[in-house]
């Protein structure tokens, strides 16, 4: 048994098996069991270097052993690194991870992990995955080892020094036309999704602003009091309704942003189906009995439980379909054809950006730029005005 110097540390190499073992003693630990720290390998000298690389980690704060691998890592921050996300958010971050970062990087040790290792996993899935998903699949890996080097498990984080490359480009938003329009709202009249359709498309709000809705925040306008009333107690009949965009589906319930919490008027066909809705959930109430729960939601399930996204998905899709669309559409574009509908007709940008909630037009023009014809087009229009149309060819 050979027994040499490491730093402060003494250290003995012994043959074990087909190879040999190095330990380094380390004292003994608060239940005063003693506590050493073992390297093996096929040689003395390759031993040797593990001793030494262990104690600089040791040295350095470094905890981890050598057999905590990258799949321990996401592992660990799937368990203990999302508390407060919505279960939709650490559904959606742990597929991610078991389907593209455990399958590729998992087996290997965290403390091997190299930059390059990073670049050729993120350049493989380039090939078929979108840049948004890069981004979020990078992310996993990225906060999965920030949260073990705060715990002392690496020393550095590889992944943060890799930048995401470019993907495929991902399925652009798309805008209905208004032809397309009613004909979704025509094919919606008789679907559960028929009042949350006409509201998504007539006010431009968020799938996640218009699943958080309750009934006490569709108000009436009562002009004898010249106040707001929730239909709640003032009911429908009344000429001028609205809805506070107050709340979202989101963590914690708060809006997108601050500018987002907005008072929207109801146009006349939107109060109507709500009504409609109204009188129809409160048959679903009667007839769930006592298996309905009471969120006072607007839009909810026949036991009043709150929408799940994916539902609402698939429910809007059957819609569009039988209105002759396909099932390529999504609620989120109810959002896109308001703004293109409201561009269409000449609104102003600056109207359009207060009405769905974003801080300034830079937002609604970066966002929205292929549903704003008018406003894109208007420089040329007016040149032409100017100068006057010269025939081209």
Not at 67 to 82: C, F, I, Q, S
Not at 355 to 369: I, K, N, P
Request: proline content about 3%; overall charge positive.
């Amino acid at each position: 048994m050979a027994k040499i110097l490491i730093g402060k540390y003494e250290a003995t190499i012994y043959p074990e098996g087909e190879g040999y073992t190095g330990a380094i003693s380390l004292g003994f630990g608060p239940d005063g069991r003693r506590q050493r720290l073992k390297r093996k390998a096929k040689t003395k000298t390759a031993v040797k270097d593990k001793l030494i690389k262990a104690v600089k980690d040791l040295e350095a704060g470094v905890s981890a052993s050598e057999t905590y691998t990258v799949r321990d890592a996401v592992n660990d921050w799937l368990t203990k690194g999302l508390k407060g996300r919505s279960e939709n958010t650490v559904s959606k971050l742990r597929i991610l991870a078991e389907t593209h970062v455990i399958p590729n990087l998992g087996k290997i040790k965290l403390k091997q992990l190299r930059a390059d290792h990073v670049d050729a996993w993120l350049d493989q899935l380039a090939e078929e995955l979108a840049t948004t998903t890069l981004r979020e699949i990078h992310g996993v890996l990225k906060r999965a080892i920030r949260q073990a080097q705060a715990r002392d498990m690496v020393l550095r984080n590889v992944a943060e020094l890799v930048t995401t490359p470019k993907g495929t480009n991902g399925r652009p938003s798309k805008a209905l036309t208004r032809q397309q329009a009613e004909a979704v709202l025509k094919a919606a009249e008789f679907s559960e999704l028929h009042a949350y359709v006409v509201l998504s498309l007539t006010t431009g709000i968020r799938t996640e602003e218009a699943r958080a809705l309750r009934w006490d925040h569709v108000v009436a306008w009562i002009p004898s009091l010249k106040q707001w009333h929730p239909v709640t107690e003032a009911g429908f009949k009344h000429k001028k309704f609205a809805i506070y965009v107050w709340r979202a589906d989101r963590v914690g319930g708060d809006t997108k942003t601050r500018k987002s919490r907005r008072t929207l008027e109801l146009p006349t066909m939107a109060a109507q189906a709500l009504k409609q809705h109204h009188t129809r959930q409160a048959a679903q109430k009667l007839k769930a009995g006592e298996a309905w729960q009471d969120h006072n939601l607007l839009f909810c399930t026949s036991v009043g439980t709150p929408l799940d996204a994916s539902n609402v998905r698939r429910a809007f899709r059957r819609i569009t379909n039988r209105a002759g669309l396909g099932t390529t559409w999504s609620p989120r574009e109810l959002r896109h054809s308001f703004v293109s509908i409201m561009s269409d007709q000449g609104v102003p940008i600056e109207t359009i950006a207060d009405l769905v909630g974003h801080a300034g037009t830079s937002v609604t023009e970066a966002v929205y730029r292929h549903q704003l014809r008018p406003v894109i087009t208007k420089g040329a229009q007016t040149m032409n005005t100017i100068f006057g149309e010269k025939p081209t060819g």
